[in-house]
């Protein structure tokens, strides 16, 4: 492919161990970088491709959360748009962990 102008992926990265998911996060950096592409990618697993994402929208139970990882990936946000709690949580490299807690209300 020469010059794209979008790249869309459907889960990339799903089951590759970590150091194939860095490898292919890596790979389409790359390919954004050097050709300008936008890329609209699918993943249940934000953390490989975390430092490299400007924009998340989330789609949950007919409702939509779109913004900077920042603005959406936070329990208030996920906890809404699930209509259940939801902990957001920062682990000491930067990364992301998200527990849900069905059954709870809240």
């Given at each position: 492919m020469t010059d794209p102008r979008i790249l869309i992926l459907d889960?990339?990265?799903?089951?590759?161990?970590?150091?194939n998911q860095q490898?292919?996060?890596?790979?389409?950096?790359?390919?954004?970088?050097e050709t300008g592409a936008a890329v609209l990618l699918v993943a249940h697993d934000v953390n490989p491709i975390l430092s490299s994402i400007d924009r998340v929208v989330?789609?949950?139970?007919?409702?939509?959360a779109v913004g900077t990882p920042a603005?959406?990936?936070?329990?208030?946000t996920l906890?809404?748009?699930?209509?259940?709690p939801?902990?957001?949580?920062?682990?000491?490299?930067?990364?992301?962990?998200?527990?849900?807690h069905p059954g709870r209300s809240i």
């Open positions: 889960e990339p990265l799903d089951s590759l161990d970590l150091a490898a292919i996060a890596g790979i389409i950096r790359r390919i954004a970088r989330y789609i949950a139970r007919g409702h939509v603005e959406v990936i936070t329990s208030e906890s809404k748009l699930y209509n259940s939801v902990e957001v949580m920062r682990s000491h490299d930067g990364g992301l962990v998200v527990v849900g």
